[in-house]
Structures are given as structure tokens and as C-alpha cells.
């Protein structure tokens, strides 16, 4: 059973960069069959993607955070990381990492959430 | 972009069926995923590709999609089912994932 767990900082600073990690567990992390996102939720909002990464390398980034937004892999760790800059009091969320088997199929798998707070 | 349009709330008494709608342009041409969210927890896929259960998943719950709307169908409703439920599909055209605003199911 693969399992994905986020890990990072909870609490930062307006205009300061976050830098979030997601270790996968208990599969094979650099089968071509996955692609890896990143997924947010504000306070008592709903679902907002973020990005994914491919195994290839390969991106593409919710184009309202594209500017701000970076996901990249380390294959050699079975890890995956978010770094989102610039960031406002709006980017306030529980992240979640996920993974998904390509093609329009569905996340099937979720870490647990972390929940990054932007405050002064 | 494509838009996916849930009601924000659903009510209905124990042991009823639970119908959750979720509409968009062509939503039939594109397989539909639902989650279901309870506080505090990650989403926990429940159907996929419109119809298909995952394996823990009751047989109470069944999915539709035909036209502009697919549905969620959760019959003999239990207290547990109370949760947020999101539709989402696959953005061909952006690549990207596209949720629904998501419908909370009250059980009263």
C-alpha cells in the first residue's frame, strides 16, 4: 500500500518562500504510470491543484500560481517538493500531496495534509 | 477553462438516498471522479470513472453521468456518510485536474 506524507514548515512569513516535501512509501515511485501533484485547500474552502510533476521531469502548474510555483523531484529519495515564493496571507492552506495514474484517471492516493499558515 | 458546478448542501434523514449533482459543459464526453472529505482528513476517492467503485468502498455508493450532469448516489444514507463530496474531472485542453466547489451532505 503506498503512502505519501508531506512535511515542511507551518508557519511563515509574508514574502517568504515555501518549501514543502512529499516521501513516498511502498511503491514503485519512478514508474512512468504516476504523476505526482501537489493540491491546496484554504480554510473552508474547497480544492485548488496546485501542479504536478511527471517522472520524466516533466510539469505544468495551475497557471494562477505559475510565476510563483516550482515542483520538482528526487528520484533517489522517492520524494517530490513544492516551492512556492512570494507568499501573501492568500496562500494560507493545507497542502496535500497525491498521486495519480495518468491519462484523466483519479488521485488515489493522498498524504495527510500539512497546513501552512502565512502570518507577520 | 472548464467549470464544475456542485450545490453547496445537501440534506437528507438516515436510511434515505442521497442524490449530489455535479454539472458542466459535456460533462458526459469526460470521466468523473468523486471524493469524499470529512474534517480534518485528506480526500478518499469513492467512484471513479463515473461509475467504478474502489475496493472498501460501500455498494451504496454509485455514480451517474450522462448530458450535462453526473451524480453521486449514496443510498441508505448513515450518520458516517455526513462529509464534503468533490466531482472532478480531467482538463484535456489545460492538462490539468478541475474540482468541483464540493456539496456538503448533512445527515439529519
Known amino acids: 500500500q503506498m503512502e505519501l506524507q508531506e512535511s515542511g514548515p507551518g508557519l511563515l512569513k509574508p514574502s517568504e518562500t515555501l518549501s514543502l516535501t512529499c516521501t513516498v512509501s511502498g511503491g514503485s515511485f519512478s514508474s512512468p504510470s504516476y504523476y505526482w501533484s501537489w493540491v491546496r485547500q484554504s480554510p473552508g474552502m474547497g480544492l485548488e491543484w496546485v501542479g504536478y510533476i511527471y517522472y520524466s521531469g516533466r510539469t505544468n502548474y495551475n497557471p494562477s500560481l505559475k510565476s510563483r510555483v516550482t515542483i520538482s523531484l528526487d528520484s533517489s529519495k522517492n520524494q517530490f517538493s513544492l516551492s512556492l515564493n512570494s507568499l501573501t496571507a492568500a496562500d494560507t492552506a493545507v497542502y496535500f500531496c497525491?498521486?495519480?495514474?495518468?491519462?484523466?484517471?483519479?488521485?488515489?492516493?493522498w498524504g495527510q495534509g500539512t497546513l501552512v499558515t502565512v502570518s507577520s | 477553462s472548464y467549470v464544475l458546478t456542485q450545490p453547496p448542501s445537501v440534506s437528507v434523514a438516515p436510511g434515505e438516498t442521497a442524490t449530489l449533482s455535479c454539472e458542466g459543459y459535456?460533462?458526459?464526453?469526460?470521466?468523473v471522479h468523486w471524493y469524499q472529505q470529512k474534517p480534518g482528513q485528506a480526500p478518499v476517492v469513492v467512484i471513479y470513472?463515473?461509475?467504478d467503485r474502489p475496493s472498501g468502498i460501500p455498494e451504496r455508493f454509485s455514480g451517474s453521468n450522462s448530458g450535462t450532469t453526473a451524480a453521486l448516489t449514496i443510498s441508505r444514507v448513515e450518520a458516517g456518510d455526513e462529509a464534503t463530496y468533490y466531482c472532478?474531472?480531467?482538463?484535456?485542453?489545460?492538462?490539468?485536474?478541475?474540482f468541483g466547489g464540493g456539496t456538503k451532505l448533512t445527515v439529519l
Open positions: 470513472y463515473d461509475r
Open positions: 472532478q474531472v480531467w482538463d484535456g485542453t489545460a492538462d490539468c485536474p478541475v
Open positions: 497525491a498521486r495519480r495514474t495518468g491519462g484523466n484517471s483519479h488521485y488515489d492516493f
Open positions: 459535456n460533462i458526459g464526453t469526460k470521466s
